[in-house]
Nanobody
């Protein structure tokens, strides 16, 4: 069984920073791409940032220059460093991973449970 567990959410002031972590665990053979999504109240879930197994990254235009995604393959963990936070960054943040479990025939996309990020003064 594969699990993704996020941590690091909370309350930040506008202009502040937060760092999210997402650790994968379980019977994992390999992890391909990983990413962060967010869903604000009343809105659809949207991609924030993604990173391939080789380290290539992509970002939503709204977070370019402010957020940085990274990963530690040895720890099976993906991070999201969020700087210069704005009120519109308030959302539940979810990580996902395209993961091949041991003894499986293919990879599947697994999701974490989500962590709340609130940006407010």
């Amino acid at each position: 069984q594969v699990q993704l567990v996020e941590s690091g959410g909370g309350l930040a002031q506008p202009g502040g920073s937060l760092r999210l972590s997402c650790a994968a665990s379980g019977s994992i053979f390999s992890i391909n791409s990983m990413g962060w999504y967010r869903q604000a109240a009343g809105k659809e879930r949207e991609l924030v940032a993604g990173i391939t197994s080789g380290g290539r990254t992509n970002y939503a235009d709204s977070v370019k220059g402010r957020f940085t995604i990274s990963r530690d393959n040895a720890k099976k963990t993906v991070y999201l460093q969020m700087n210069s936070l704005k009120s519109e960054d308030t959302a539940v943040y979810y990580c996902n991973g395209d993961i091949m479990a041991r003894l499986s025939r293919g990879s599947y996309v697994y999701w974490g449970q989500g962590t709340q990020v609130t940006v407010s003064s």
